[in-house]
């Protein structure tokens, strides 16, 4: 069965006076029909995982393909 949901070393990075490392090369692979937990200590990552997978946030590095579409030439509109 094909991905859903296909992320590959997903980094985000916010850059000021002191850079900061929100999500650090992460990789998933989601395929129709699972069911999928995020779990960890608070200030992990996961909110800002979830912003990348969803779409609303862009990874300083890496790449998501959703349903077979790869997302990262998508402007802000799209």
């Given at each position: 069965?094909a991905?859903?949901?296909?992320a590959?070393?997903l980094?985000?990075?916010?850059?000021?006076?002191?850079a900061?490392?929100?999500v650090?090369?992460?990789?998933?692979?989601?395929?129709?029909?699972?069911?999928?937990?995020?779990?960890?200590?608070?200030g992990s990552?996961?909110?800002?995982?979830?912003?990348?997978?969803?779409?609303?946030?862009?990874?300083?590095?890496?790449?998501?393909?959703?349903n077979g579409?790869?997302?990262?030439?998508?402007?802000?509109?799209?």
């Amino acid at each position: 069965m094909a991905s859903v949901l296909h992320a590959e070393h997903l980094t985000r990075r916010l850059e000021a006076d002191v850079a900061v490392t929100l999500v650090d090369d992460v990789s998933v692979d989601i395929r129709a029909g699972e069911c999928v937990a995020i779990t960890g200590a608070s200030g992990s990552g996961k909110s800002s995982l979830l912003y990348l997978l969803g779409l609303l946030d862009a990874p300083t590095q890496g790449r998501i393909v959703l349903n077979g579409i790869d997302t990262s030439d998508n402007d802000e509109d799209r």
